[in-house]
């Protein structure tokens, strides 16, 4: 009788092919990538979205602190504000402020140091963005045709067209290439030889 019973087991497990044996395998498979797929898309997004937002986040903070240098100057009634809209057109000052802007994203870009973060130049404004934090904000300002910068040496400077194509700083006379390149070398050592012009 137990060899009978062990008989009319054998004819039920045979009854079952091959290929559907396979095809539930194979779709066990599927099912399984698809659902580590859909887990490492999901963590990619949210490392993606953190990213954004601490970006975001850091520009943020470089323009809350740019306007409460520029709070606390203008309070002080500064000589260097509001000093360059007679001396040119607007076609001028965007044409030369524009250039000026990105000379000094051209040749930070090009750098390529690894102690800058982020740098981005958009609509008139040049944010460069350092490992350590320390951030730069220079843009236009059409209203007074100026170039308005701010840094964590310099503190908010204000720069009016001056003899050809430069920018000076009429509080204490020096270009913009030369207030950025000592600023910017006291913060990033090795781009303390990189040539900006007009310096």
């Not at 396979?22 to 979205?49: D, E, I, Q």
């Not at 430069?166 to 040539?195: H, M, N, S, Y």
Request: glycine share 8%; with cysteine.
């Amino acid at each position: 009788m137990a060899h009978l019973a062990r008989c009319s087991v054998l004819p039920l497990r045979m009854r079952v092919p091959a290929a559907a044996r396979v095809g539930l395998n194979s779709s066990a498979l599927r099912f399984l990538h698809s659902a580590a797929t859909a887990r490492a898309a999901s963590a990619l997004s949210a490392a993606a979205s953190q990213s954004l937002q601490q970006h975001q986040q850091r520009q943020q903070q470089t323009f809350q602190s740019f306007r409460t240098q520029l709070r606390t100057y203008s309070s002080r009634g500064r000589g260097d504000v509001d000093s360059g809209e007679d001396l040119i057109d607007d076609t001028q000052f965007h044409s030369r402020a524009d250039a000026a802007l990105g000379h000094l994203y051209e040749i930070l870009d090009t750098a390529d140091l690894q102690s800058v973060d982020d740098i981005e130049l958009e609509d008139g404004v040049l944010n460069l963005q350092l490992e350590s934090g320390a951030a730069f904000v220079i843009n236009k300002h059409y209203a007074t045709k100026q170039i308005w910068y701010a840094s964590p040496v310099s503190g908010a400077l204000y720069f009016s067209p001056g003899p050809e194509e430069g920018w000076i700083c009429q509080a204490d006379g020096r270009t913009l290439e030369a207030v950025f390149k000592e600023d910017f070398g006291k913060l990033c050592p090795e781009g303390a030889g990189l040539k900006f012009g007009s310096e």
